[in-house]
Every structure is written in structure tokens, then in C-alpha cells.
T-cell receptor, first 117, second 117 residues
């Protein structure tokens, strides 16, 4: 069964500093990987996704993530955070079957990002 | 604008009562999903449906029921058998199919918060 681990429950970063959120996955084949962001009391918004090809993917709001197969990781990065980046971040892995169907995504438990002024 | 609408946003229930959460999408997506979110637990899959009149149990289906009579609608009933129903519930949808049409990405509604009194 696939699983996702986000080792950091909370991370505090100063505004303007760089950010890296960690994500490790467990899956037998090449996974479909996602990062989502959630503001309090809201739904989830997709930041970026990886299926194949270039292992460095760019997303919205200046975020990027790098897929490292050897480390089973898909860490999210941003060179300079803004106060508006404070939110909950979720890493997720998915399975695509040969017939094109899927049974949803498996999510990590999330990392709560706090921005210090 | 296309999207997913969940209602109500807030719901209070007495113990022993069944409640139904609504989820409607106008994205013309084939697949729909229900997730439950608890603090520090991430998102856990309750039920999903890849096609009208068909649905499958997710990881935590006990105490819940669903129907999929129309492509755009996927209501979730939280029954009195659910021992700890207080949570934030998220509905999502995705494209199904082979080739480039399928991305695995889930599109989320704004969520419904259920509180049992």
C-alpha cells in the first residue's frame, strides 16, 4: 500500500527566508506526486504535481519541488516566503491504473507553516 | 465558473441522528471522492465513485453511506453508527480516462464542518 510521510508537523520561517518542506513516499512503481495548500477552514488548492520527465517541477505562487527516486522524496521549496504563505501543506501520492481509473490520493498528515515577521 | 459546491458549510447534529452532506460539481468530472480531515491526521478517504451508480469504500467507510445517481452529485450520509463524526469533510472530483486527459489531480470543494453536540 502506498503511504506518505511528512516528518515536520510544524515549521517556523522568517519572512523572506527560504523554505523546504519534506515529503517521503512509499510506493512500488513510479508515483504521481502532488503538493496541496490549505488555508484555515478552506478546501485544498493544488500547488504542483509530478508525473514523469523533468524531476524539478514548478508550481504556482513561486513554489517548486524536486522528485528524487533514490530517496523516495518530493520536497517542496520556495526561495523567499511571504506572510501569505502561512498555511497547511499536504503532500500526496496517487496511483493511475492502466485503464485510466484511479482511487483517489493518499495524503500525508500535513505540515503547518508559520511565518515570523 | 466551474467548481465544486459543498453544503452546508457548518452543521450541528445531535447524537443518534443521521445527517447528509451535499456535494455538487459542474466540472463534468467522472470521479468524485469524500475525505475526512481531523487535526494532525491529514485527509482520509471515506468513499469514492468513478462512474454513476457505482462507488467503492475507502479506508474509513464504516458509519458512512453514499449514492451516485447523477454525475454531478455525490452526497455523503453520516449515520448514527459513526462513533466519532465531528470532523471537517471534503469533497473532491477528478477526470478519469487514459492518455493526457487524466492527471490524477483532485479538485476540492470548500468543505463542511460537522459538529456533534
Amino acid at each position: 500500500a502506498q503511504s506518505v510521510t511528512q516528518p515536520d508537523i510544524h515549521i517556523t520561517v522568517s519572512e523572506g527566508a527560504s523554505l523546504e518542506l519534506r515529503c517521503n513516499y512509499s510506493y512500488g512503481a513510479t508515483p504521481y506526486l502532488f503538493w496541496y495548500v490549505q488555508s484555515p477552514g478552506q478546501g485544498l488548492q493544488l500547488l504542483l504535481k509530478y508525473f514523469s520527465g523533468d524531476t524539478l517541477v514548478q508550481g504556482i505562487k513561486g513554489f517548486e519541488a524536486e522528485f528524487k527516486r533514490s530517496q523516495s522524496s518530493f520536497n517542496l521549496r520556495k526561495p523567499s516566503v511571504h506572510w501569505s504563505d502561512a498555511a497547511e501543506y499536504f503532500c500526496a501520492v496517487g496511483t493511475i491504473y492502466s485503464g485510466g481509473g484511479a482511487d483517489g490520493l493518499t495524503f500525508g498528515k500535513g505540515t503547518h507553516l508559520i511565518i515570523q515577521p | 465558473d466551474g467548481g465544486i459546491t459543498q453544503s452546508p458549510k457548518y452543521l450541528f447534529r445531535k447524537e443518534g441522528q443521521n445527517v447528509t452532506l451535499s456535494c455538487e460539481q459542474n466540472l463534468n468530472h467522472d470521479a468524485m471522492y469524500w475525505y475526512r480531515q481531523d487535526p494532525g491526521q491529514g485527509l482520509r478517504l471515506i468513499y469514492y465513485s468513478q462512474i454513476v451508480n457505482d462507488f467503492q469504500k475507502g479506508d474509513i467507510a464504516e458509519g458512512y453511506s453514499v449514492s451516485r445517481e447523477k454525475k454531478e452529485s455525490f452526497p455523503l450520509t453520516v449515520t448514527s453508527a459513526q462513533k466519532n463524526p465531528t470532523a471537517f469533510y471534503l469533497c473532491a472530483s477528478s477526470i478519469q480516462g487514459t492518455g493526457g486527459a487524466y492527471s490524477g489531480e483532485l479538485f476540492f470543494g470548500e468543505g463542511s464542518r460537522l459538529t456533534v453536540l
